[in-house]
């Protein structure tokens, strides 16, 4: 599939997929046969090996550079979206974006990450990694929708907290820290959705919900593969071995009662299917949108609260 992006473990499907354009090419009639046995081949060949991802990979797949978006989530499940900008203290943080829209013609406060796909925009977005504006304008937005009890939606996607030596001058810890206090005393629903990387702090202090769901090949861990692999041995490049011990996969997750629900992603992935993968998360949350908005103020605060004291490490 021309300019279709593969993953290593993806060669198998890369190299029939070639196959199928060259026939094509060929613009022969009498190879549509040929070409329908080569299709079923990637069907079940890719269902196969999404069935069987490890964790490692699992972690590439969510970061896959044509992985959907906050912004692309956005387009397929919200009208009206205004974005709203800065933190009114020091700036506005481009890899966080957020602002009122309208969800199912009824008003909700979306807020998410935002990565990049090309170069500049990798730079502008800061590769998803905000700094503490980003999270304070995050803050805001939250105690607007607040203000005008308004259900808050969230989209994480971040390989952590940007931990440059701005950003530490700037507060990054407090601005965490305040995000996690203050999103744990909302009173309206706050319904969280892991997309791709869920990077520790930096993805929390967003994540805080009454619902936290996650995509199927997303991953939500304290540190990614890498820096693990980085402290315990020293070695950056055992980010395999790593993720095999930290066990971010949502299929690892949701068994410690960390998430609420798994979404099934489209076949090979997220990235082969922004439409597809939205539509999935839109069903997941106006089912859960409806149960939360019949509950109280003061009850969506003791559920919320309830949730997180819930967790504990599960005996291996």
Partial sequence: MAGTIYLEFEKPIAE???K???????GDNDLATEIDALESRIEVKRQEIFDNLSRWQKAQVARHINRPFTLDYIRYLFTDFFELHGDRNYGDDHAIVGGPALFDGKPVMVIGHQKGRDTKEKVYR???MPN???YRKALRLFKMAEQFNLPIITFVDTPGAYPGIGAEERGQAEAIARNLREMAGLKVPVIVCITGEGGSGGALAIAVGNRVLMLEHSVYAVISPEG???ILWSDGTKGQQA???LKPAAQDIIELGVIDEIIHEPAGGAHR?????????GSAIRQHLAELCEMTPEQLVEDRYQKFRAMTRMAA
């Fill in 16 to 18: 029939l997929e070639k």
């Fill in 20 to 26: 199928i354009e060259e026939l094509r090419s060929i």
């Fill in 126 to 128: 800061n590769f998803g």
């Fill in 132 to 134: 503490p504006e980003g």
């Fill in 228 to 230: 693990c692999a980085a």
């Fill in 243 to 245: 993720a095999e011990a």
């Fill in 273 to 281: 299917d922004h439409e597809a993968t939205a539509l999935a998360i």
